[in-house]
């Protein structure tokens, strides 16, 4: 459960305030480090393979509340992948990230989603799947359609981006913080008389659309 405070805003009343874990997570050179650096920074860094972990904040003012991000860039070299769970422990979203333009890197992202579900119980966990690098359309080695397929049958949300040309990346961001605002607000109501889980209440805004907020 993220961690909550509450601030006084204004008048009206009060809003409260998230903190929330994020971990990206992926093979090394498919951009995690440089989309962390382009959304907060708002500025493009080739970034050398990152050793162990680096640490990025971005707080969001939004209408219902503040989103506090505390994003965490993971090694994806091979040699740190025993060791990464002890940086996404805990986690409340991850950033599944891809390369559009490497297949290979969807494999690999892949495997990072099976430990994901080894690590977390379902939906305790808000995942996107990522393909970075659309500037890099002209060598696409990954269909938008494959990446989106793969998304929606594991129900993940689904977004491409590019860290150099900003395309979406903060998108992505906005999208995981109002999935776990919602899930928020789930849990402090009683259920519906549908039952309706979740993955099913954010299936048509983000699983198939968030591409498009």
């Known amino acids: 459960m993220a961690q909550k405070e509450m601030l006084g805003t204004s008048l009206e009343g009060i809003n ?3 903190t929330y874990k994020v971990v990206l997570l992926g093979s090394t050179s498919v951009g995690k480090s440089s989309l962390a650096y382009r959304y907060v920074k708002n500025d493009f860094k080739e970034s050398l393979p990152t050793v162990g972990c680096s640490f990025f904040t971005q707080t969001l003012n939004l209408e219902v509340a503040t989103v506090k991000l505390e994003i965490w860039d993971t090694a994806g070299q091979e040699k740190y992948h025993s060791v990464c769970h002890l940086y996404y422990r805990g986690a409340h ?13 969807l494999n690999r992202a892949k495997l990072w989603l099976t430990d994901l579900e080894k690590e977390f119980l379902p939906d305790e966990i808000v995942i996107a799947l990522v393909g970075n690098k659309l500037d890099l359309a002209a060598e696409r080695e990954v269909t938008t359609e494959e990446g989106e397929e793969f998304a929606r049958t594991k129900g993940l949300l689904f977004m491409e981006t590019s860290a150099k040309s900003n395309h979406q990346v903060n998108d992505i961001f906005m999208a995981i913080a109002q999935e776990l605002l919602q899930r928020e607000q789930e849990k402090a109501h009683a259920p519906s008389p549908h039952g309706r889980s979740t993955v099913t209440l954010g299936e048509s805004k983000a699983r198939t659309g968030c591409c498009r907020l």
Do not use: G, Q
């Open 93 to 105: 979203a991850a950033l599944v990230i891809y390369d559009i333009a490497n297949k290979e890197t």
């Open 16 to 18: 409260p305030t998230y």
